[in-house]
């Protein structure tokens, strides 16, 4: 059994800042491509920001500049540093890990966490 716990999201003004957590706990092997999505009400979940094993990440066009994703392989943890916040950043941020492999190899695909609530607001 593998859980994906995410930390770190609240209330903050615009122009603001704020670092999302997530670690993946479980008997873990390796943790492949991980990444933030979110989901504003009234809209899809979208990918914030996702990051490979060797560090080679990729943005969305709305934050590309603002914001910095980070990963740790030794603790299978990923961090996403929020700076400048808008009002449309506000949404429900989802920690999402493409592929999990357990120390016995049993894999699991496509595991997400449970979700943290950003939002921004005078």
């Known amino acids: 059994q593998v859980q994906l716990v995410e930390s770190g999201g609240g209330l903050v003004q615009p122009g603001g800042s704020l670092r999302l957590s997530c670690a993946a706990s479980g008997n873990i092997f390796s943790v492949n491509v991980m990444g933030w999505y979110r989901q504003a009400p009234g809209k899809q979940r979208e990918l914030v920001a996702r990051?490979?094993?060797?560090?080679?990440?990729n943005y969305a066009d709305s934050v590309k500049g603002r914001f910095t994703l980070s990963r740790d392989n030794a603790k299978n943890t990923v961090s996403l540093q929020m700076n400048s916040l808008k009002p449309e950043d506000t949404a429900v941020y989802y920690c999402?890990?493409?592929?999990?492999?357990?120390?016995?190899?049993?894999?699991?695909?496509?595991?997400w966490g449970q979700g943290t609530q950003v939002t921004v607001s005078p």
């Open positions: 990051i490979t094993r060797d560090g080679s990440t």
């Open positions: 999402n890990a493409d592929r999990i492999t357990l120390s016995n190899g049993y894999t699991y695909y496509l595991t």
